[in-house]
Every structure is written in C-alpha cells, then in structure tokens.
C-alpha cells in the first residue's frame, strides 16, 4: 500500500488532502503536528471511514531537535518493516505569526523556522527514504510574488537570505512585518522546491520535487494568525467577491485539500517535479511563480545557509570524527 508524510496533516489543508488520499487513492498516511490530541482524533477518523493504518508522528517543525526525533521515528518504523518507503513527502505545516517577532528554541525566528527550515531539515533527513518516482511537495503561496495582487495583499518578500531571516528583530537586526515575514519563507520554499529538483536530477535520484500554492483559503494557518474579525470576514461570500475582483487567488479547503493529494499520488503529475501549480477557483493550473524564484543562484546559496543553520555540515562531522576515533 503506499504511504504518504504529511506535516499537518491533521487540521486545515493537510487533513483534507489527507483524506482525499485516504478515499480516492487508499493509501496509508503518516500524520506529522505538534497537537497529539488532534492527530489521534484525525488518525482515528480516518481509520474508521477509510479502512487506512495511520501512524501519528510528533513533530514541530520549528524545532531543529523535533525535526531530527520525527525523521528517527519514521527511519525506526522502516527499519522495524512497519511501513515501507514513502511515496510522497507532504511539506505542508506552516503559518503566520502576528505580533512582536519571535525565536524558536534554536534562537531562529520562528515563521522562517517552521515554515522552512524544519522542512528543508525533514526532507534532508528523509531524502533516503522516499521511493523511486516517489514525490516531495511544498505547500507555498502566491503572496510570495510581489507582481500579483497575491503578493501585494500581504507585504511584498524580502531577499531570500537564511541567514538574515533567521535572525531578523534580534542582535540589532531590523524586524519587519509579520506578512513579509509570512511571504518571504514561502518564496523560500519555492526557491527549495526547485533546488531540491535540480540536486535530485543531477543525483539520478527518480524522485519529483513541486510547489503548490492552494490559494488563500479560509482557517488555514495563514488566516489563523489574524485577527478574529478578518477570520471572520474571510468565510462570508461578500469578502471573497471583493478578493476575486482584486485578483486574488481563491481556494477552498475540500479542491485545495484534493489538489494536493493529486500532485501527491495522481500519474497524471508524475512528471511534474520542478513546477509550480495553483489551486484557483476550482481549477489545479500549472503557473509560473515569481521572477525571483527561478534564480538558480540564490536558491543555491539558500540551500547552503539552511545546511549550516540546520547543523547538517556539523553534525556529519561529529559523526565522522567519532568513527575515526573508534577506528
């Protein structure tokens, strides 16, 4: 039976793709969050309306150390042949932080961290055990393009820069707003998306890299961090006229939710890696995403940042250094 990973896959987005991958595709499902509670309910419903194994995952992706014990839990359950290679790898959790900046235990600010770098740290340590012609997907979002109505709603992103980002409002650091915080780690995660891809095509690994943006889409994690009267407003039908006229790209939680499952497990998208897809008014289109995000430069030194804030270069060598000291 396949198998698909998916952070968040308990609440918003991430459970009604799981569900329509549950239904339309059978497959068995990993539920990836930080709300035990939630997972079960959600593992336990999907169990009994499906006839699915679900396995519940504990994991925060803005803890480095959270990623790290999530990834040796699921090698574990491999290595034990409680499940077999993933076929898909969900990078869906995420959200928008309102308010003073914030840091995640590793001293990271904390939009960046969850919406990216856990992720990038996920996938790395994960990357061995996707199947052959299996998938990795990036939930991302419009907004990260300043050149549309998406991106000129929020705040438009700033330069890609893991290492600015990770420290911005600290050590004398200028903080900006909460929506360029939120836009600026989706443009990283386009930017990820379309490096994983090239890394993988000169590996010779079979493995399909996308980004997806499920358009804006009333209490998912975006919304959620907004006051409770824009939350409101974002579920009556006048607000999302006004949306629709302004140009802003529309979802919903069940076509979202289903979009993502086909990127996930639909042949028809199996040769997808490398694109960029949009849920928009009841329609999954292949677009381009912004200018800046097909720049093969930044994204590599991208990639390189988030290998040293995620202590990838380091802990190989402390691993290294051991086994020459056994030796």
């Not at 890394?199 to 994690?221: C, H, K, M, N, Q």
């Amino acid at each position: 039976m396949p198998i698909a990973l998916i952070t968040g896959g308990h609440t918003g987005i991430g459970y009604s793709c799981a569900r329509h991958l549950a239904s339309h595709f059978k497959w068995d499902l990993l539920l990836a969050g930080r709300s035990p509670a939630r997972m079960k309910e959600a593992a336990a419903e999907l169990r009994r309306d499906f006839g699915i194994e679900v396995t519940c995952v504990d994991l925060d992706t803005s803890s480095l150390a959270s990623v790290r014990k999530a990834a040796a839990h699921v090698t574990g359950l491999m290595d034990n042949g409680e499940i077999g290679r993933l076929d898909a790898l969900l990078c869906n959790a995420g959200g928008r932080f309102d308010g003073p900046v914030a840091f995640s235990e590793d001293g990271y600010e904390v939009t960046f961290a969850t919406n990216c770098l856990g992720h990038f740290l996920l996938v790395d340590l994960l990357k061995d055990c996707i199947a052959d012609n299996g998938r990795v997907l990036f939930t991302a979002s419009g907004t990260h393009d300043p050149d549309t109505a998406d991106g000129r709603m929020v705040g438009a992103a700033v330069e890609p820069d893991a290492t600015v980002l990770a420290g911005i409002g600290k050590d004398g650091n200028a903080p900006i707003s909460a929506g360029k915080r939120y836009t600026t780690s989706k443009l990283c995660n386009v930017l990820n998306a379309y490096e994983l891809h090239r890394r993988l095509r000169a590996s010779g690994r079979p493995v399909s890299s996308i980004a997806f943006d499920p358009g804006l889409v009333s209490g998912t994690g975006f919304l959620r961090g907004m006051p409770m009267a824009v939350q409101w407003l974002s579920r009556t039908a006048f607000l999302n006229w006004v949306f629709r006229r302004r140009g802003i790209t529309m979802g919903s939680l069940d076509f979202s939710g289903a979009s993502l499952a086909r990127l996930a497990a639909d042949p028809e998208f199996a040769d997808a890696s490398g694109k960029y897809f949009q849920s928009k008014d009841g329609k999954l289109l292949e677009t381009r995403s912004s200018t800046l995000s097909y720049d093969e430069t930044r994204a590599a030194r991208l990639w390189n940042q988030m290998d040293e804030l995620a202590g990838l270069h380091r802990k190989e060598n402390e691993i290294s250094t051991r086994r020459q000291a056994k030796s």
